[in-house]
């Protein structure tokens, strides 16, 4: 039997009607199989309603901060704890962003950290962002008197096409700029757009920039190999004593992972050989810190679909979003820095 015979089975075995007579299939795998996608909501909507309780406790008393302090930043796990830390709050009102469980704003809020508190955010700084989509980190750094230069793939790049359908990639400056965190003139007099590829960075940015950033992205560069490259590169984009900080998939498990794909996961291993290499080549990759976190949606994992819209015709609020299944491997975001040595 042919592939494609396996498949016509498999799709008419799993099907919830017999498409001749419109009757419910009783078959023994569709009926194991039917309710699997009410499950998924059904776990969603539960950890969306603890979550909305848990936020509301968390920050009904919560005290308003005036800066983020100091908490020694280094590689990091997203985990449940950071968000009700005061360093999350604050640049996330910074963002204008609504303080939830989503590993997404995690990343964000953390790699504004992690350069702030290596005095990166500072006017004569100078900033270059790999990716940036619509992210709100140019506008964010501009304000604190950075000259940025922020790169996204060429729109005629067919990599680009992705994105562009999910609203994020940037194709010109003004789609980066948020109005809501800084002026037009001023944002567009201190940050440049340009186009530009990751597995590529052009020569013209060597030794440049006193920090560089990229979120969530190196992973979607074709391979392990290839995001490890990317970091090994953008270090030298850097000034001496420069800081580089990136987010990323992270496999918790040791075991297996994805490779050679369009989102390949890393693993405490790979981070390992990255570090050795960085040293070999002048740079230091700080330490890393890999715990998880021990609180509940730390082992709570967000199933498919997403985003949250399980096409059921029924409403699911966002649900808890750190840890995530990516084709059955429990996984979370983290972030790595590294530094150019003097």
Known sequence: MSRAEIERLAHELVRLTIEETSNPNVAATAVALRD????RTNSKL???YVADAVRKEVFKDAVAVD????IGAVGRVCKQADFSAPWFRYWLKQIHATPVLHRK???TAYVIQCLWEQGCLKPGKKGLG???????LPSLFVRHGVEVVATDLSPVDPRSQAWNATN????????IWRRD???GDDFKRQCTFEYADMNEIPSKYDGRFDFCWSVCAFEHLGSIEKGLSFLRNAMKTLKPGGISVHTTEYNLQDQETIDNWATVLYQKKHFASLAALLKAEGSTLLDIDFDPG?????????VPPFPHNTGSGIVVPEPPHIKLSVDGFPTTSIAIIAKKNV
Not at 67 to 70: K, T
């Open 36 to 39: 699997v996608s009410h499950l």
């Open 46 to 48: 539960f950890a969306s």
């Open 67 to 70: 800066e983020p302090g100091v």
């Open 105 to 107: 704003l995690w990343e």
């Open 130 to 136: 790999f990716a940036v989509g619509r992210e709100p």
């Open 168 to 175: 994020q990639h940037a194709s010109q400056i003004e789609t």
């Open 181 to 183: 965190i800084i002026g």
């Open 294 to 302: 021990s609180e509940f949606f730390d082992s709570y994992v967000d």
